[in-house]
C-alpha cells in the first residue's frame, strides 16, 4: 500500500489479462495493465481523468482480495503469508493513487477536485478496514510474538516489528470497550482540531488596523502603503488605510513603520489572537485537547502523549528532545540579548516586542546590506539545475541525461535518466519548475513510482518528481533564481536523491524515515549549494559566463547571519512549549493555557522582549495540524544536517568519496533498514554534534 497516502503497505496478486485485441487496447483504461512505455514510465499520454474512479474501484477491491486471503488462509501465519503479503498487497490501488494524489496538486481542476472529494472518504474508510481488522492483527500478533524461533533476518524481523507497532499504535490491541473510547477520543479531538483553526481564522479577520491619518503611514515601503489602501477599499474604508495580521501585510509595518504606538496595537492585536475571552477564544480547547491526547497516550499504555509520539521518532523519548532544546536554547538566548543590547544603543532606549523588527531591520541595513538582484543573474535557472547535477556526480558518480520522448502530464515538464557511473539505470527525475493555475503554491518532493520489489522479488525503479513554483523567464532572460529559490532547488533535489537511492526489501521500511529524519537528506543539499567552493563552479552569470564575485559571496554569506539569535530563541521557545504540553502527566480542571505558557517561558529565562513564534492559542502546528510534540524537528534536521556537512568540510574535501559512499549507504540507500540514529551513526561514526549547527549560525 502507498507509504505516503495510506501509511501502510500492500502488494498485488495481479492476474489481469493483458489486453491482445488492438481495438480493445485504444479504450483501455491504461492503469490496469502494464504501460508498456520505456521503464515503465506513467503513459500520461493516454490517461484520462475518466480512468481514475475505475481504477480505483478496481484497486481497491483487488486490495481487499488479497487481505482476504491473507485472513482466510488456513495455514499457520508465517512471515511469507502474512508480512510479506500485506507488505506487497495493494500495488494496483498505489499505482493509481501515486497518479492521481500527485497530478490533484499539479494538474487539478474541477474535474479532478470532484473525483478527490468522491474518492478520499472511500479510501480512508477502506484503510481504516484494513488497519483495524482483528482477524489480520490477530495473524500479525502471532507472528510478532514468535519472530525470535522463525530463523528470520534482521531486516525481515524488523518489519514484523514495525507492522505490529502500527497495529498497536492505532488501537487494535485494545479491547472491544477500549476501543469504543479511543475511537470517541479521535473524533472529538479531529473536531477540537478543527474549531481551533476556524477560531484562528475569525481571530485573524477581527483584526483590522485602520489609518486614516496619512503621517502615520512614515517609514513603510510604497508597496505595503499601495496594498493597504487596496484591503481598505475592500473593506468599505476607501480613502484610508488597513493593515491585517496576514504576515505579507503585518512584517512590513513591523519592520517599517515608524509610529511606535500603531506598532504595538498591530503586534498585540497577532500575539493576542485566541486569547481575548471571546467566542473564538482558544484556551478551553487546548486544555480539552490536552486532556484527551493524554487519555489517548495512557490507554494505548504510554506514560504521555509525547512518549507516544516521540517512540515512532529518531530521537525516540522525551529526555532526548528536552536536553536537545535546551543544549540550543542557552547560546541562542546568549546571542538575542546581545542583538537586543545592539538594538537599544541604536534606540536609545529600552525595546519592547514590538520594536524587535523595526530596529532588527536597521541592523540589517548597516551590516548586511545586501542586494538580491545583485545575486540573480549568477543563478540562471539551468546553471543552478546542472550545478547540483554536478555535485550529485562528484559526490556520487551518478549521471543525469535528459529525455525527451517521455510521455510528461504538462509540456514543459523535464525529465532526466538518471544512471550508475557503470551506466546501469537508477530512475527518472521529472523536473516541474513553474507555476501555473493548476498548480499549488510551494515547492515539493514526490513520487510517480517508488522504489522496492515486488512479490517475486524484482526491483521496481523510482520515478521522482519535483514540483516547484519559480519565477518564470521573461522575453529573451531564463529563469533567474533568487536564493531562497535556489535553496529551494538543491533542498527537493535532496529529497529525490533519497527517494532515488532507496533501496529495501519491504515496502514498509524501504525508503521509510521518521519525521524528524525526513529533512536531513534534503537539508543537507542547501550546505553544497551555498559553499563558496561550489557556488564558484555553478554560479556563473547568464550574459557573460563570469563566475560570481568573492564580494557577492561574502555578502550572501554574512545575510545568513542576521537576526540568528532572535530567530533561534523564538523558535526554541515555541518547540519547548509545544513539549510541555505533551510531556504532561496529569491535568487539573484548573488548568489555564495563558497560565501554564507563562509559567513555562518564565522556567526557561525566555526575555520579554520575545515571544515564542507561536504562542499556545495560535499554536496551529500542534493543536490544529499534525506537529504535536512535533515542532522541535526543524531543529533538529537541521543540527544533523550541519553535523553532516561538517564531517565533510574537515576531511578537507567536499566530495570526499568514501564519505559519501557512506552517507549513500547509511542515511539514503538502507535509510529504513534500522532506527534514524543508528544509521546516522554508521554514516558519522558518532552521535551527531550541536556545534557545527550553532557555528553556522553565528551562535558560537
Ligand atoms: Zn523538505
Redesign the pocket.
Known amino acids: 500500500m502507498n507509504r505516503k497516502f495510506l501509511g501502510v503497505i500492500a502488494l498485488s496478486i495481479m492476474t489481469l489479462a493483458s489486453c491482445t485485441n488492438k481495438e480493445q487496447a485504444a479504450t483501455e483504461n491504461p492503469f490496469l495493465s502494464n504501460y508498456g512505455t520505456p521503464y515503465e514510465v506513467p503513459a500520461f499520454d493516454r490517461i484520462k481523468t475518466e480512468h481514475y474512479l475505475p481504477a480505483f474501484e478496481e484497486g481497491m477491491k483487488q486490495h481487499k482480495a488479497e487481505v482476504d486471503f491473507i485472513i482466510k488462509n488456513r495455514a499457520v501465519p508465517d512471515f511469507q503469508n502474512t508480512i510479506l503479503a500485506y507488505d506487497k498487497s495493494g500495488a494496483l490501488l498505489d499505482k493509481v493513487a501515486n497518479i492521481f494524489m500527485n497530478l490533484t496538486e499539479c494538474m487539478s481542476n474541477d474535474e479532478m477536485q470532484n473525483i478527490a472529494a468522491e474518492i478520499m472518504p472511500k479510501l480512508s474508510a477502506h484503510n481504516d478496514e484494513i488497519s483495524m481488522n482483528p482477524l489480520l492483527f490477530e495473524k500479525v500478533k502471532y507472528v510478532y510474538d514468535t519472530r525470535h524461533d522463525r530463523n528470520l533476518d534482521d531486516q525481515q524481523i524488523r518489519v514484523v516489528e514495525k507492522y505490529y507497532t502500527d497495529f498497536i499504535r492505532n488501537g487494535a490491541g485494545l479491547n472491544d470497550a477500549d476501543k469504543e473510547t479511543l475511537k470517541g477520543i479521535n473524533e472529538r479531538l479531529s473536531l477540537l482540531s478543527l474549531q481551533f483553526g476556524n477560531n484562528l481564522l475569525a481571530e485573524n479577520a477581527n483584526f483590522k488596523l485602520v489609518v486614516d491619518n496619512e503621517a502615520d503611514l512614515s517609514g513603510l515601503p510604497q508597496s505595503s502603503i499601495v496594498a493597504a489602501a487596496e484591503q481598505a477599499k475592500k473593506d468599505g474604508m476607501e480613502g484610508k488605510w488597513v493593515f491585517t495580521l496576514s504576515k505579507p501585510s503585518l512584517i512590513p509595518f513591523l519592520q517599517y513603520a515608524d509610529n511606535r504606538d500603531l506598532r504595538e496595537k498591530i503586534y498585540m492585536g497577532y500575539v493576542m489572537r485566541g486569547n481575548n475571552d471571546n467566542a473564538n477564544d482558544n484556551k478551553a480547547l487546548i486544555e480539552e485537547m490536552s486532556k484527551l491526547r493524554l487519555q489517548k497516550a495512557q490507554l494505548l499504555g504510554y506514560e504521555d502523549y509525547a512518549s507516544y509520539v516521540l517512540e515512532a521518532n529518531m530521537a525516540k523519548d522525551v529526555p532526548t528532545v528536552d536536553t536537545f532544546l535546551a543544549e540550543l536554547f542557552e547560546p541562542a538566548l546568549k546571542v538575542a540579548k546581545e542583538e537586543l543590547k545592539e538594538m537599544e544603543k541604536i534606540a536609545g532606549f529600552n525595546l519592547e516586542s514590538w520594536d524587535w523588527w523595526y530596529y532588527a531591520e536597521k541592523v540589517r541595513k548597516e551590516k548586511y546590506n545586501f542586494d538580491e538582484n545583485e545575486l540573480k543573474p549568477y543563478l540562471s535557472l539551468n546553471n543552478v539545475r546542472d550545478g547540483m547535477f554536478m555535485v550529485a556526480n562528484k559526490l556520487y558518480g551518478i549521471t543525469f541525461e535528459q529525455r525527451h520522448d517521455l510521455p510528461v502530464y504538462f509540456d514543459g515538464v523535464e525529465t532526466w535518466e538518471v544512471k550508475e557511473q557503470d551506466g546501469s539505470y537508477i530512475g527518472i527525475l521529472y523536473l516541474d519548475y513553474f507555476p501555473r493555475d493548476s498548480k499549488s503554491g510551494g515547492a515539493w ?1 514526490t513520487s510517480f513510482r517508488e522504489a522496492g520489489y515486488d512479490i517475486e522479488g524484482n526491483k521496481i525503479s523510482p520515478l521522482v518528481s519535483l514540483v516547484l513554483n519559480f519565477t518564470p523567464p521573461t522575453g529573451d532572460t531564463p529563469a533567474l533564481l533568487s536564493w531562497d529559490e535556489t535553496e529551494t532547488l538543491w ?2 533535489f535532496g ?1 529525490g536523491l533519497h527517494a532515488l537511492f532507496s533501496d529495501g526489501k519491504y515496502n514498509r521500511t524501504c525508503g521509510v524515515v521518521p519525521r524528524d529524519y ?2 536531513l537528506p ?2 543537507v543539499m542547501e550546505n553544497w549549494a551555498g559553499d563558496p567552493e561550489v557556488l564558484r563552479m555553478y554560479a556563473k552569470h547568464w550574459q557573460t559566463g563570469e563566475v560570481i564575485p568573492e564580494e557577492i559571496i561574502t555578502k550572501l554569506e554574512n545575510s545568513g547571519l542576521f537576526n540568528q539569535g532572535f530567530n533561534t530563541t523564538e523558535f526554541l521557545a515555541a518547540a519547548i512549549l509545544d513539549m510541555e504540553y505533551h510531556k504532561l502527566k496529569e491535568i487539573n480542571d484548573d488548568f489555564n493555557a495563558a497560565d501554564f505558557e507563562k509559567a513555562k517561558m518564565n522556567e526557561i529565562g525566555l526575555i520579554g522582549e520575545i515571544y515564542p513564534r507561536y504562542r499556545s492559542t495560535y499554536y496551529s502546528h500542534i493543536f490544529a495540524g499534525g506537529y504535536s510534540a512535533g515542532y522541535y524537528v526543524y531543529y533538529w534536521a537541521a543540527v544533523l544536517d550541519s553535523d553532516a556537512f561538517s564531517y565533510f568540510k574537515e576531511s578537507g574535501d567536499l566530495f570526499n568519496p568514501e564519505l559519501a559512499a557512506k552517507f549513500r549507504q547509511h542515511c539514503l540507500q538502507e535509510c529504513g533498514n534500522d532506527e534514524g540514529m543508528v544509521q546516522y551513526k554508521k554514516f558519522r561514526g558518532q552521535e551527531p554534534s550541536n556545534e557545527p549547527f550553532l557555528k553556522k549560525h553565528g551562535l558560537k
Open positions: 518532493c533542498h527537493e529529497h525526513v529533512e534534503s537539508q
